[in-house]
């Protein structure tokens, strides 16, 4: 695993995390599917992981992440051997493209992308006639994207909810009423239902357990009475056998009568060593049920844990997706018409990129050719007014 710098993790990346551990009994490894997989990093540069809670990633890179990790789980589950971390980044967080290209929106950012070619991405410059039609297509488009989003937050907003009220332990105070304000209640409703439903299941997987580990009590239970009154006719037949033995000795008794007292015995003793044999194995099943009962939980939790932080990732996208549509719909609606003229010439292109996301900093101006980095907010401009007969909507525009 190769090294990485610390600005390689950047907030909205997805980062890959394979947690493996190493079984000398079995001669295999073993993958642990609970912690294994993608996480979103937030905005405040963390992600958050089951058992080991929020972790920052603005000092660290994969390899120092990757031992972090490790051992946190070894120090956290008594391990004797810390597990095998791997950490890659899966994807990363998109570039933003606005103004004057044929499709504006987000564009999947690779390493080494440049301006020009997420502008070809967006569909190439706009250019060309027609511009009231295209602004009230652009319009028509974006307002449906912009209540997509909003449909989809408040979406993830009840099922964090829920996801939230679902991991909250027993003694832990209740959730704020503040959580659900705003959610519309057909949601709260819908996702009310989903926990009823997953607490049910969960009970009835723990019941079965349970009746499991109850029915292996009694059959304890019966045992040790069984074995209490084969103790009593063991300690019987001994002391008559004693006896008799006594008697065969003096002449006094047949030595059959010994011979059937042995085996008496050893088939009480025999049936001695069944009976502990069985209750051997009923508690061996109690164990296994109180484990079941605690894995049922903590699969739960830890299943339930994971799904919340996907669901908020989701949640911290569909907010960002809001304020990148109701910028576009503001252009499409406001900025735009305003600057709406007769393409007749050629065009002065003016491009900015935006380094710090969601319109915070100060634009930079740069070329077609310029790199971008992860998150840029690339506004393209394009003014029939300011035209250069130097300069084209295809040609490089050189800074400043």
Do not use: C
């Not at 791997?86 to 998109?94: C, F, L, N, S």
Request: no cysteine; proline share 5%; aromatic share 4%.
């Amino acid at each position: 695993m190769g090294a990485a710098r610390a600005a390689d993790f950047n907030a909205l990346d997805t980062v890959s995390i394979k947690v493996t551990e190493w079984l000398p009994a079995r001669g295999e490894y073993r993958e642990w599917s609970a912690l294994s997989g993608n996480y979103s990093v937030g905005p405040d540069l963390s992600i958050s992981v089951p058992f080991l809670g929020q972790i920052a990633l603005g000092d660290l890179d994969r390899n120092t992440l990757a031992e972090r990790i490790s051992a946190r789980l070894q120090e956290r589950m008594s391990l004797p051997q810390p597990p095998d971390v791997q950490v890659e980044i899966a994807q990363r967080a998109p570039v933003y493209i606005l103004g004057a290209v044929a499709t504006p929106g987000s564009v999947p950012f690779v390493p080494g992308m440049t301006v020009r070619q997420a502008i070809a991405l967006s569909g190439g410059l706009f250019r060309g006639g027609g511009v009231e039609m295209r602004l009230e297509r652009d319009a028509i488009t974006t307002a449906g994207t912009l209540d997509d989003a909003r449909d989809r937050a408040d979406r993830l907003r009840a099922k964090v909810y829920r996801l939230e009220e679902e991991v909250r332990p027993e003694d832990a105070p209740p959730i704020s009423a503040d959580a659900k304000k705003g959610i519309p209640a057909e949601l709260l409703a819908e996702e009310e239902s989903i926990r009823q439903t997953r607490t049910q299941v969960r009970q009835s997987r723990i019941k079965s357990f349970e009746d499991r580990r109850d029915l292996a009590r009694d059959q304890i239970r019966t045992l040790a009475d069984m074995r209490t009154s084969l103790d009593r006719q063991i300690d019987v037949t001994r002391a008559e056998l004693k006896d008799v033995n006594k008697l065969v000795d003096r002449g006094l008794a047949v030595a059959g009568r010994s011979t059937t007292l042995d085996r008496t015995l050893a088939d009480l003793e025999s049936r001695r060593l069944d009976l502990d044999l069985g209750a051997l194995t009923a508690n061996l099943a109690v164990n296994e049920s109180e484990r079941g009962i605690l894995d049922v939980d903590t699969t739960f939790r830890i299943e339930t844990s994971n799904e919340l932080q996907t669901a908020r990732a989701e949640l911290e996208k569909a907010k960002r997706d809001i304020h990148v549509a109701e910028d576009l719909l503001r252009e499409a609606t406001l900025i735009a018409p305003a600057n709406a003229i007769e393409r007749d010439g050629d065009l002065a292109v003016s491009l900015e990129v935006f380094r710090t996301p969601w319109g915070g900093g100060q634009p930079v101006k740069i070329d077609l050719d310029a790199p971008l980095a992860s998150r840029d907010t690339v506004e393209i401009r394009l003014d029939m007014n300011r035209a250069r007969p130097s300069v084209r909507a295809d040609a490089q525009v050189g800074n400043p």
